[in-house]
């Protein structure tokens, strides 16, 4: 696999469609201070409206979580799916984190 040269990847995962607003923000957010940062959102249920806005935005959208927990309790597996992926940093963002 091959990483970008910033090996580190900030992971997002929001599966509340009504919470899309904040997730938004936060990506950029992200681009306007870390624009060199690898940005991976996780969001299973994701509207066709937010499906759209993300592919003009420098974030990797995941319609498919790497975990079968809920909520919060997703954090370990998406995290772990970052460093499996080559990743040498792995840093959780939540939404509401602007």
């Not at 040269?5 to 870390?34: F, H, M, Q, W």
């Not at 319609?63 to 079968?68: A, D, G, I, T, V």
């Amino acid at each position: 696999m091959s990483i970008p040269p910033n090996d580190t990847a900030i992971v997002i995962y929001e599966d509340r469609p009504n919470y899309e607003t904040g997730v938004k923000l936060l990506i950029l957010s992200l681009e306007a201070n870390c624009p060199q940062v690898n940005i991976h959102v996780f969001t299973p249920n994701a509207t066709e409206n937010f499906q759209s806005w993300i592919n003009h935005r420098s974030a990797t959208l995941h319609l498919k979580s790497p975990s079968k927990a809920k909520g919060w309790n997703v954090k370990p597996d998406v995290l772990l799916w970052a460093l499996d992926q080559g990743y040498s940093q792995a840093i959780w963002m939540d939404s509401d984190m602007v």
